[in-house]
Structures are given as C-alpha cells and as structure tokens.
C-alpha cells in the first residue's frame, strides 16, 4: 500500500473513532454484582446448578448457595433480582457477520416480503427518499415467501430508474440487481458466468438481474463501500441489537478489513463486545503476518481464524450434492472453489497454526471439505487444530461419524432449520432431509457442535435458536410436532451449543462459556426457566438482563435490581 494512502485511510478511521456514539463511550468499569432469584444454570458439569452468583470486577467470584454468597460479597455490590427466571452463562454466536448485520438494521429490509407487490413497494417507497445515482442495497428478500418466483430487474426498473439496486437473497448467494446497476456496473449482458458462479437468463437468453454466488463479482465490484464511519455506527447498531438478545461473544466472519476496524475500536475503548475475527482463507498468509506483526489479541478481540467456501446454499440451488436436486434433475449445486486451492490453502494456514473453518452446506462439500481436513491433518501432523466446517445442514449419513474421528466442530445455525424445512423437501427429497440439521445424530456420534444464527441471514436471537433445535417446528406451523424430529436436542444441548461448545470451537474454554470462579463475568438472565418452560414458549421468552465483564450492558424495564 503507497504511504499515501494508507496515511489517508489511518487519518479517516482516527476521525471516525474521536466520535463514537454515546453508548460505545460508556466506562468499561466493571462493578460487584450478587445475582440471586433465580435458578443458575452453570454449564459447569462438576456443578451445573446453584443459587446465586457472585462477580468482582470483571471475573466471577463466587458460583453457590445463596447464604454463602451473601458474605462474600463486596460492601454496595449491587444485587440483581432474576425473579424466578434463569441465569446463564453469557452466549455466543458461533457464527455472524458483525458489521453488515449492524449495516442491516439501517438498509431496506425484505426479509418479511410476503408478496410480489410488498417487495416492489418497498423498493419503491425507499427509492422515493433517494438522490439519483445513489445505490440501494441490502435486501436480504426470500421469494418462498411469495411462491418461488424468482424476482427480475423489470420487476422493480419502472419504481428504481435513477437508483442502481444490489439486493441479496438472505442466504446471501444470489443477489438481484437492476438495470441502473447493470449500467453503473458496466456488466456486458453477454458475459459468461465466471467458475463457480450463475447468471440467471429468461427464455430469450436476457439477463434477469439475478446473479449466484462468484457471478455476483460482476455487479457488486461496483456497489460503493460503506466509510469507515458507517462501519463503526453499524458495529455500535449491532452491539447493542446483540446484548438485548443475550449475546456476550461472537465469532465474526468477515475480512482483514474488519480486522483492522475492530482493532482500531478496541484500541479506542469503543469495541464492548468480545469478537473472535475470523477473515478469508485465501489470504491466510496476510493474517499471519498481520499476528505476527500486532499479536493474537485479547479477552475482547482476538485474530487466529479463517473462513473459507467450498459451495453456495440450499435456497440458491448451488448447494453441491451427491445425487441432483429434486426438482432439478440435471442440477448437482455448484463449488465456489476448486478442491485443489481448498486443499491448498487450508494445508497452509494449518501449518502456519491457524483455525481453518469452512462453508459446507450440501452433502458433496461437507464430504470433500472432511476429505481435505483429513489429509492435511495426516500431511501436518498432530495438534490442536479445531476444525470447523460452518453450516454442515445437509450430511450424508454415512459421514456423520467423521466429524468426531477427525475433531472437526460442527458450527452450525438451528434457526435455518426452521426456516428451510417449510420448503427443502420438494428440492432435496425425504432421505436426505433426514440428516439435515442432524443436531441429534452429531451429538450422538460425538462431535463437538456449536450454534449461531449467520446474522443477517438469520435472526442472531438465541432463544429462537433453542427453541428451534429442540422443537424443530418450522416457521410456518406445518411441522408442530418437529421437522424430521429425530433431530431434536434437550435445552441443555442446545445451551451448551450456545456456551460451553461455542468456547471451544473458538479456543476460549478457560476463559469464558461457563459460569465458574475465574472466568469471564459474562452472564445473560432469561424471564424464565427454559429448562421447565413448555418448549413451544421457548421463542417467546425475554432478555432480562446482559452482563459482560462484570457490567450490566442491558437491562430490560421487567429487570428488577437494588443495592
């Protein structure tokens, strides 16, 4: 990078960061809480259960009966009345896209578009507010809502003329542009789709708008990045989204970009979120040097991971089976990378002493991204890698038991399931539905399985995550008994999911996932007992309070406290 520029971007970042929001200014100052009313549930298998909790400063003190907890606590440590609800550890995200989720709660929202209509509406109603030539983005619109049909720029070109529009499908493979955008793009209509990737065209051969996954290159190389400033308003919009539903950690996927953001946040005091930074695969030399150059990082923000693709996802057909799809005979998905660049650079990444964790969603790419990680790991020789592959929904039966054999962790997102079972079966069959969200069948091979909600893609809500791990019942009220319900797991399974397996999967077992004396003061109250609660009310239970280092960073009007 010239000195110049990269003068000019530090310059930009520094005065993004002299004004951070009110709520990214706020002490770190941790205070002594005494947690009591409520059932403790500590993910701790030597006590998984106790009646109050102690922390003092930023680490829990004391884990016991109340009448032991009293007198040891502090003179004014606050007591914090959980009412009959349910303590916790505090819960991660294992898997979540920090900054374009915090983007998304200011972007046109589509997620709910129910109709045809309600999607050009709200297009129309958002380029009404729009000078000409500014892009409209996000989007994250799921045509099944409105029937399958896929959505065209002439959908939407006659209420958009003046505005390029880049809206992605939620799961984040295919994306609609319209005919502005194709034009400030310059994307030939002729053009062949790159490897990898999917130009959708009508029966005269005429680009629909729609491109999948690399083709997607072609129109969002154009779409202007957000300033530094609207990534650090996103990353304040997104802490305080995730403390209000009970998320203390997360692991971030995203870019060395991101890195270099979240570094710059901590080092500002202004990152109150503890953020595992994941960044792509291909580069994983660049992330290594970037360790080497500025270290790991801390308890707040630490660097170590990379994320890489092996295929796209159900919903956009580049998922890669085994056998062809349902409903497209001729189709097996499609591979975002060629097996010998996967293999590539996950060997070197792994030699260099970094977590390689991978997108895999049909059968064909899991089983390929297992075959790589288990020759590297033959190739490298024994060490405490941790594996991951991010998603694994749809599992051969036969490479269930693989995940455990080689210790590769299972990261995967349960409101998916919920979600994609109103419409999977017709695309991939009843067999293979059987192994998909196999939550059950991984634990019972003895795998390590850690849950997230891929936000935006999903909602990153815990308590919708439990409650569709363990109930299964799809979104639609067709399933109210569960989708392939041999796949359910208990409340404790899924929270451990949340918790204890979460920390693994990211190092940081001896530092937090658990609520023991000496680990992080990291805590969530729940309005009630999940583990009592009928399990179809699981979804409609409430944050009471998010603790994170020992202080209180929200606080629903039903919490209840004192000193």
């Known amino acids: 990078m010239a000195w110049s520029h990269w ?23 941790p205070e002594s809480l005494l947690i009591t009313g409520g059932r403790v549930w500590t993910a701790d298998p030597d006590r998984p259960w106790a009646e109050a909790l102690l922390t003092v400063g930023d680490k829990i003190a004391f884990v016991g009966d109340l009448d032991e907890a009293q007198p040891r606590a502090p003179a004014g440590a606050r007591v914090v009345d959980a009412t009959g609800g349910l303590v916790t550890p505090g819960w991660f995200d294992s898997h979540i896209h920090l900054l374009s989720g915090g983007m998304s709660l200011s972007q046109v929202q589509l997620r709910d578009a129910a109709t045809k209509e309600e999607f050009v509406r709200r297009l129309r109603n958002v380029a009404a507010g729009r000078t000409p030539g500014q892009w409209i983005q996000g989007g994250d619109w799921d045509h099944t809502l409105w029937g399958g049909d ?6 939407i070109d006659a209420v958009t003329p003046d505005n390029p529009v880049w809206i992605g499908r939620l799961d984040g493979h ?12 310059g994307f030939d209509e002729s053009a062949v789709a790159p490897p990898g990737g999917a130009i ?19 129109v969002g190389h154009a779409a202007p990045p957000a300033s530094d400033t609207e990534r650090l308003e996103a990353l304040d919009a997104a802490t305080d989204y995730l403390f209000a539903r009970g998320v203390t950690s997360v692991y971030h996927v995203g870019s060395l970009n991101d890195l270099r953001l979240l570094r710059a946040a901590h080092t500002a005091g202004r ?16 992330l290594a040097e970037e360790i080497e150059r500025h270290g790991a990082g801390d308890e707040w923000l630490r660097a170590g991971a990379l994320k890489g693709f092996v295929d796209g996802s159900l919903g956009s057909h580049t998922a890669a089976f085994l056998e062809p799809y349902d409903d497209k005979p001729t189709d097996r998905g499609l591979l975002v990378n060629s097996p010998q660049d996967l293999d590539a650079w996950t060997r070197g990444a792994d030699a260099a002493g970094l977590q390689v964790a991978v997108h895999a969603i049909g059968d064909r790419a899991i089983r390929l991204q297992l075959d790589v990680f288990e020759r590297v790991a033959r190739a490298n020789g024994p060490r405490d890698r ?8 749809h599992i051969a039966a036969e490479d269930l038991p693989r995940f455990a054999e080689l210790g590769v962790i299972a990261s995967m997102q349960p409101y998916h399931c919920i979600d994609d079972g109103r419409w999977a079966l017709p695309l991939i069959g009843a067999t293979r539905c059987e192994t998909t969200y196999a939550f059950r069948g991984l634990i019972d091979a003895g795998a390590r399985v850690a849950l997230g909600s ?26 109210p008994g569960g989708w392939f319900p041999a796949q359910k797991i208990s409340v404790g399974e899924a929270l451990r999911g949340y918790t204890t397996e979460a920390a693994y999967a990211e190092f940081a077992e001896q530092e937090k996932g658990a609520l023991k004396p000496g680990l992080l003061a990291d805590v969530v109250i729940v309005d009630r007992d999940l583990f009592t609660a009928p399990q179809e009310t699981i979804a409609d239970a409430r944050v009471r309070c998010t603790v994170v280092g020992g202080r209180v960073v929200y606080e629903s009007p039903a919490a209840a406290s004192g000193p």
């Not at 960044?279 to 030399?285: A, D, E, F, N, V």
């Open 7 to 29: 003068w000019g971007a530090s310059l930009s970042l520094a005065c993004a960061l002299l004004a951070p929001a009110s709520a990214a200014s706020e002490t770190r100052d």
């Open 150 to 155: 896929l959505p065209t720029r002439d959908w």
């Open 174 to 185: 295919m994306a609609l542009a319209n005919t502005a955008a194709f034009k400030a793009a």
């Open 200 to 218: 959708e065209r009508d029966e005269r051969g005429r680009p629909t708008g729609l491109l999948r996954d690399n083709a997607m290159a072609l």
């Open 271 to 286: 990152l109150r979120l503890r953020v595992h930074a994941a960044t792509q695969l291909s580069q994983w030399r660049r």
């Open 386 to 393: 941790r594996f991951r592959i991010e998603h694994a929904q």
């Open 454 to 479: 891929d936000w935006p893609v999903a909602p990153p809500t815990p308590l919708e995550g439990v409650y569709a791990a363990v109930t299964r019942r799809t979104l639609d009220d067709k399933n």
